[in-house]
C-alpha cells in the first residue's frame, strides 16, 4: 500500500509523517485490500478555534474510497482521531465484503449440489 503525506498551507515535519505512516498502518492489519493511502494536514489560522490542525485521510480500495476527517490540537491528536474514524469504516467496509462473499458462495454451493433423480437407468 502507497501512503503519500502533504500539508496544505503547512509543513509537516518527518517525525509527523513517520507517526502517521505508523499509525495508519494500523488499519492495514484490519483489511489489506487497499491500494493507496493519502493523508493531508492543514491548519486554520482562527484564533478561536482551539482544534486548529485538521487531518484528513483518504484510503482507496478496489471500486471504493473511504474518507475520515479530523481536528486536534497538536497533529498527533488529529491522526489519532482520524485513525479511529477510518478504522470504523474498514470494519464495516470489511464486513460488508465478507458477508457478500459468504453468501455468493453459499447460493453457489446449493446451486451446484443437485438431488439424485428417482428414474434410474438399468443397464442390460
Known amino acids: 500500500m502507497h501512503v ?32 493507496d493511502m493519502e493523508v493531508v494536514f492543514s491548519e486554520d489560522r482562527n ?17 471504493k474510497y473511504l ?7 497538536d497533529p498527533i491528536t488529529a491522526i489519532d482521531r482520524a485513525e479511529a474514524k477510518l478504522a470504523r469504516q474498514v470494519r464495516k467496509y470489511k464486513t460488508k465484503v465478507v458477508d457478500k462473499q459468504r453468501q455468493l458462495s453459499a447460493t453457489a454451493a446449493h ?10 437407468v438399468e443397464a442390460e
Open 47 to 63: 484564533p478561536r478555534i482551539e482544534d486548529k490542525i485538521h487531518c484528513e485521510v483518504v484510503l482507496h480500495a478496489k471500486g
Open 67 to 73: 474518507r475520515a476527517t479530523a481536528a486536534g490540537p
Open 4 to 35: 503519500t503525506v502533504k500539508g496544505k498551507n503547512l509543513d509537516v515535519p518527518a517525525h509527523i509523517r513517520d507517526e502517521a505512516v505508523a499509525k495508519l498502518s494500523k488499519v492495514r492489519k484490519l483489511f489489506d485490500r487497499f491500494i
Open 111 to 120: 446451486a451446484g449440489h443437485t438431488p439424485p433423480t428417482s428414474m434410474a
